[in-house]
């Protein structure tokens, strides 16, 4: 069936029309400035909609968004999760009133010429507000108040606060239990064993909680665990090792000019370094509210049910980073991996996390998926943002961005391939799977 055409119900889905029986009874987007500086809107017409067919709230609150994200200084593994909540907010307000589509989570409904615009505002907010505490007065208040002023009073804008604020709060009861930010602590081997992740920094591992959350659209995280990285004895381990000892090493002989600039491009922050280019996908394509918003959540949502579904892997497998296994190849018991003890890698520093998937090959080119589901084709034409001036990468498929990413991973000698191939196939999986009874067109 097209993944547009809606066949079963998730398993949010599901839980959502249980929950939703009890819970229901401008800013314009700066694409080419930094996510530090937060937009200022456009006004509505009379009638609360926007003067030009062009989003802009939904690409505003987005960029919002990644300000106060920044300014919270979390891991990227959160700001995909929060995203998430963010996108799926904002577009079950927009639906519940230009009514298009089906709701992802929460079905409710508006009177007849309510504000998207409004809708958007007070959804992105609240939940910016609930998931960013400290960042509403100094930048979410701010930008929701300058936000609602561009946007002429009456019970359109009433309305349409309404809906948001309803919406928001119903997906925040919804997920209160998802599993978000438990406590779950990590015991590290004592002593590790070859092959047994050894924590990279002394602040506590990152994301220990994800692989136990519940997810969006997947059924349980480990729905497409992969099987496994290779046998530390086998000749595919070896080949892996020497792979990223050669090229991945900060002073490697063989690594091209053009890997080096590739493998420190996709080691900027990559929340923003995404949302920046997705709210470039809004002006390039002219997208309306409705559009903008449908866009923003498939790919929010396969982000992050993608780093859902990587970090149940991660802490299932707990494999060791190559600043470790290089370090201590002597000890594995493969004659073809020789130890260099003074090895390390070209990135500047290893995330604080197990090695097997990498979280960058199983998130990235399940969004690229998404985005190319949205738009019909394959042919993304994407451009990406350096956050650090290196300058932009355009990718004109979904293959050339999935590839890249995963080799730069490679390149900068933070993962094995088989942790990018196996990242890159639960990718795939999971878009598929987040896209299959979602986002689809309302019936009749």
């Excluded at 700066?30 to 996510?35: Q, R, S």
């Excluded at 960029?63 to 106060?68: E, F, I, K, L, S």
């Excluded at 701010?142 to 009433?158: C, M, V």
């Excluded at 809906?163 to 998802?178: E, P, T």
């Amino acid at each position: 069936m097209p993944w547009n055409q809606p066949s079963r119900s998730t398993a949010l889905r599901r839980q959502g029309r249980k929950s939703s029986r009890l819970l229901l009874a401008g800013l314009t987007a700066a694409l080419a400035t930094t996510v530090a500086v937060a937009p200022v809107s456009p006004t509505a017409n009379a009638s609360g909609r926007h003067r030009s067919h062009t989003d802009t709230y939904v690409s505003a609150w987005d960029a919002v968004g990644a300000r106060a994200f920044t300014a919270a200084a979390l891991s990227p593994a959160e700001g995909h999760i929060i995203f998430g909540y963010a996108g799926i907010a904002v577009y079950d307000a927009v639906t519940a009133i230009r009514r298009k589509y089906q709701p992802f989570a929460i079905h409710t409904s508006s009177p007849r010429g309510t504000s998207p615009q409004a809708a958007v505002v007070a959804a992105a907010h609240r939940i910016y507000e609930h998931y960013l505490p400290a960042q509403e007065t100094t930048i979410l208040d701010p930008a929701y108040d300058a936000s609602l002023a561009t946007i002429p009073d009456g019970p359109a804008k009433t309305h349409g606060v309404a809906v948001g604020l309803r919406v928001a709060n119903a997906l925040i009861a919804l997920r209160a239990d998802d599993g978000f930010r438990a406590d779950v602590g990590y015991t590290a081997p004592n002593p590790p064993l070859p092959g047994d992740w050894v924590p990279t920094a002394a602040t506590p591992p990152i994301g220990t909680y994800l692989g136990q959350m519940q997810p969006f659209g997947l059924e349980s995280a480990d729905q497409f665990r992969p099987d496994g990285p290779p046998a530390l004895g086998s000749r595919r381990w070896a080949r892996e090792y020497n792979e990223v000892k050669e090229i991945g090493s900060r002073a490697s002989a063989t690594r091209k000019d053009w890997q080096t600039t590739a493998a420190l491009f996709w080691a900027e922050p990559p929340v923003q370094q995404a949302h920046l280019a997705l709210r470039g996908v809004i002006a390039q394509h002219k997208l309306d509210i409705v559009q903008a918003a449908r866009m923003m959540a498939m790919v929010s949502v396969a982000y992050a049910d993608g780093i859902i579904a990587c970090y149940d892997a991660k802490y299932t497998y707990e494999f060791w980073r190559p600043i470790t296994a290089i370090r201590g190849g002597d000890t594995d018991g493969n004659h073809a991996t020789v130890a260099d003890p003074t090895w390390i890698h070209l990135l500047a520093a290893t995330p604080n996390h197990p090695e097997y998937p990498s979280a960058h090959s199983c998130v990235t080119p399940a969004g690229g998926e998404a985005l190319a589901a949205f738009l019909g084709t394959g042919r993304i034409d994407l451009t990406i943002p350096s956050l650090t001036g290196l300058g932009p990468r355009h990718f004109d498929t979904v293959n050339q961005l999935t590839r890249e990413v995963g080799e730069a991973r490679i390149w900068g000698g933070i993962h094995f391939r088989g942790a990018v191939e196996d990242g890159i196939r639960l990718a795939r999986q999971t878009a598929a799977e987040v896209l299959d009874d979602n986002f689809g067109r309302t019936r009749g």
